[in-house]
């Protein structure tokens, strides 16, 4: 990113090869659509070359990169507050993963369909700290600098999202 800040604007499209998919996997599961995501991964491209001179390089990429992506998740939210959006489970098969055996996959998709229905009943905060967290795999540091809280904090919201999601599927698949 920091040669693409000096001016070497063609490294966007290794930035975008690396990361296209997390972004995607973040916003799609915050948000349950997967045009939606694509468009908003979209966005926070334009967004990073738009605003590379805020980039210092002194934190982690990453970080950087999911604090513009919440922004752009963000700026959707307010602009599309009474939109509905519904998940499609094998619209998004191709970015989550690959295929498999057709009871084993049918069993997965069906087990998948249940957990995205219960990660979008969960409060918005709640959801952004486990698709983060387990999800895009980061570590809860990372994840206190892009929400901009404390490492503590972040155990304690994972921990009460986790607990929430558990009796949200648990009550779904019953």
């Not at 998740?73 to 970015?95: F, G, I, M, P, S």
């Not at 600098?145 to 009796?167: C, F, I, N, P, Y």
Request: proline share 2%; aromatic share 8%; net charge positive.
């Amino acid at each position: 990113m920091l040669r693409v800040k000096a001016g070497d604007v063609d490294r966007m499209g290794l930035l975008f090869e690396r990361y296209h998919r997390p972004l995607f996997g973040f916003l799609y599961h915050m948000l349950g659509s997967s045009t939606t995501s694509e468009d908003l991964v979209q966005n926070v491209f334009y967004r990073m070359l738009k605003y590379r001179h805020t980039f210092t390089g002194e934190g982690e990429f990453r970080t950087w990169m999911y604090h513009l992506a919440r922004n752009v998740l963000a700026d959707h939210v307010k602009k599309n507050r009474h939109a509905k959006h519904h998940a499609d489970v094998a619209d998004v098969a191709e970015h989550l993963g690959g295929g498999s055996p057709a009871d084993a996959g049918l069993e997965r998709a069906q087990e998948v369909a249940v957990l995205h229905q219960a990660l979008a009943q969960l409060s918005p905060d709640h959801r952004e700290v486990l698709v983060l967290s387990r999800f895009q795999e980061m570590k809860y540091g990372e994840i206190a600098q892009v929400l901009g809280t404390t490492e503590g904090a972040v155990k304690v919201r994972v921990h009460r999202a986790m607990h929430e999601l558990k009796s949200t599927y648990l009550r779904i698949e019953n």
